[in-house]
């Protein structure tokens, strides 16, 4: 898994790219190894690739938008987001999935500053930034100005909260409905909430 040009280009001051064709290089060498000695079997890898790239975005996105049509579904999202979201087929693996809704007053932004905990079985495998050392520091410390490099100005009355994710407790961010979108179906609102606006660094918008 490597970054992007465009995750690259979008994120100049957080920390968490450099090497990574190294790692991946390394890790393209030692699965050879393994298979070359028969330690591992083609097959196997082909499942676990294919179960760790089954989870995307988009699972999240369908939860987010049918919270934005349904107000009983997001009721039932922020009391219980794994019971809501088995509704629609998805099973969360991770022991607790903890849902927090963006107001006009609070911004909420999620990291894990242990290592990379996220909810992988909703969204997939996280962006490289969020798994960096920088971003896991900052994000805690001076949260405005991490946002501030994603594009994001908050304005002073906005309260930003900051959640750790860990082992036990992984966080997924309700973004606001962008206005205009009053008419809108739900399909196309899932088209319009990207992953960083489940993860807090980016808001959702209409266009």
């Excluded at 992988?120 to 490289?128: F, H, K, N, V, Y």
């Excluded at 908050?154 to 206005?179: F, G, K, T, W």
Aim: charged residues 25%.
């Amino acid at each position: 898994m490597t970054a992007t040009p465009a995750e690259m280009s979008a994120i100049p001051v957080i920390e968490g790219y450099d090497g990574a064709d190294y790692y991946a290089l390394m890790t393209r060498a030692l699965h050879q190894i393994l298979l070359e000695e028969g330690l591992l079997a083609p097959e196997e890898t082909d499942k676990v690739i294919a179960a760790l790239e089954a989870p995307r975005p988009e699972w999240g996105a369908r939860l987010v938008a049918r919270a934005w049509v349904d107000t009983a579904f997001k009721e039932r999202l922020l009391a219980d987001g794994a019971s809501a979201a088995a509704e629609l087929g998805f099973t969360i693996k991770e022991a607790q999935l903890v849902v927090v809704e963006n107001t006009d007053d609070l911004h909420n932004l999620i990291v894990c500053t242990l290592c990379s905990c996220y909810p992988r079985s909703l969204l997939g495998q996280p962006p490289w930034w969020y798994i960096s050392k920088s971003y896991r520091a900052r994000a805690v410390r001076e949260p405005r100005a991490v946002l501030e490099e994603f594009g994001m100005a908050l304005p002073e009355n906005v309260h930003v909260r900051v959640h750790d994710s860990n082992a036990d407790m992984r966080y997924l961010v309700l973004p606001q409905r962008p206005a205009g979108t009053e008419d809108a179906r739900e399909e196309d609102l899932a088209r319009l909430v990207t992953r960083d606006s489940m993860i807090g660094t980016a808001q959702v918008s209409a266009s």
